[in-house]
């Protein structure tokens, strides 16, 4: 079995956070195959569900990642900060202040206010990622885990959807608009990463690519997490280029994902929800894609041999982050896949 020095995971939000964290729990266990708890875990974190409210630069998905994996997640919301108050919140809805849709509470404010200091003072948003986590990362792992933005360059995703008062039928909204207002409940049209095609990879994450020994997709959304770090320019192209197996986990079991809404967004680009057409989708690398194997749950295991025929090596094992231990187990079950090259 090869030694794992360094892992690294192209990770949206919720499910990404919790899978590197059951993956870092699984290293430290040993019971991850190669790994050890001196192996370094790099995670490249979807930043095109940025945007900016009440005058501050808020970042999803870097800070589910900063939060989870340094302990001060809301467990149970699996966003924001634990023990969290809303007063900004109920005085700016006193004042009438849009949109009062989306909450920010107490504690997150300061992180906010602290990278939107640092940003309007010239830092980078990898510059200010890395001091901030010198807060939340460094207590609690040192310097064996690190955590990238995709870019530092502004990309934002967009979706289209129905809107029989608008001229064209439709109208476009800004990616947490349709998540969080409107909870994802209406159909989306198209999806639009604006900005993505002139952007260029943050400093450090197609070296952390090139040099892994394991990259792993872990079951963040394939199109608007992990399909947006991959359609940022050159990032693709390493993951197909990097000496190290490349590995991921169906964000889909049985016919719906499990958390968040793989399944809209999926069907928003015509393909399949299922556990095996989001393993095709991402492709085979020796036919052009990006994947050497794919791990779909038990109960989707009448799928192996349909990705097996697309060039995808795959296994069926439980899939369900029920707590750290499930989670490295699905951590170890990946890395066995590819890593010593079992069937």
Not at 120 to 126: K, M, R
Request: with cysteine; hydrophobic share 45%.
């Amino acid at each position: 079995m090869p030694t794992l020095r360094r892992v690294t995971v192209l990770s949206g939000g919720v499910g990404g956070a919790r899978f590197v964290q059951g993956l870092l729990h699984g290293l430290r266990s040993g019971t991850v195959p190669g790994g050890s708890a001196d192996t370094e875990v790099t995670v490249v974190a979807n930043t095109a569900d940025d945007w900016w409210i009440h005058g501050l630069k808020v970042c999803p998905d870097l800070d589910t990642v900063m939060y989870t994996l340094g302990d001060g997640i809301d467990v149970e919301r699996g966003w924001g900060r634990r023990d969290e108050t809303w007063s900004a919140r109920t005085e700016l809805e006193a004042y009438g202040v849009e949109p009062t849709w989306f909450g920010l509470g107490d504690r997150d404010i300061a992180t906010h206010l602290v990278r939107t200091q640092m940003l309007e003072a010239g830092f980078t948003l990898s510059q200010v990622t890395e001091a901030l986590c010198r807060r939340w990362l460094t207590p609690v792992h040192g310097d064996g885990v690190r955590l990238l933005p995709m870019s530092d360059d502004r990309v934002e995703t967009h979706v289209a959807v129905a809107d029989p008062e608008s001229p064209s039928g439709r109208r476009v909204v800004h990616f947490q608009e349709y998540w969080v207002r409107l909870r994802a409940a209406v159909p989306a049209e198209t999806v639009l990463v604006v900005g993505q095609d002139a952007a260029t990879p943050a400093p450090g994450v197609l070296e952390a690519i090139a040099g892994a020994d394991l990259v792993v997709l872990p079951p963040s959304n394939p199109v608007v997490s992990v399909g947006t770090i991959l359609g940022v320019p050159g990032v693709r192209d390493a993951v197909r280029a990097t000496s190290a197996p490349v590995v991921g986990l169906s964000p889909i079991v049985g016919a719906s994902h499990v958390h968040g809404m793989a399944a809209q967004m999926l069907t928003s680009i015509g393909v399949e929800v299922s556990a095996s057409a989001v393993g095709i989708h991402y492709g085979a690398r020796e036919r052009g894609g990006v994947l050497d194997g794919w791990l779909v749950d038990d109960r989707d295991a009448d799928q192996v041999a349909r990705l097996e025929d697309a060039g995808v090596r795959a296994r069926a094992v439980p899939l369900m982050m029920s707590d750290h231990d499930a989670t490295a187990a699905m951590a170890a079950a990946a890395a066995s896949l590819v890593v010593d090259g079992a069937a």
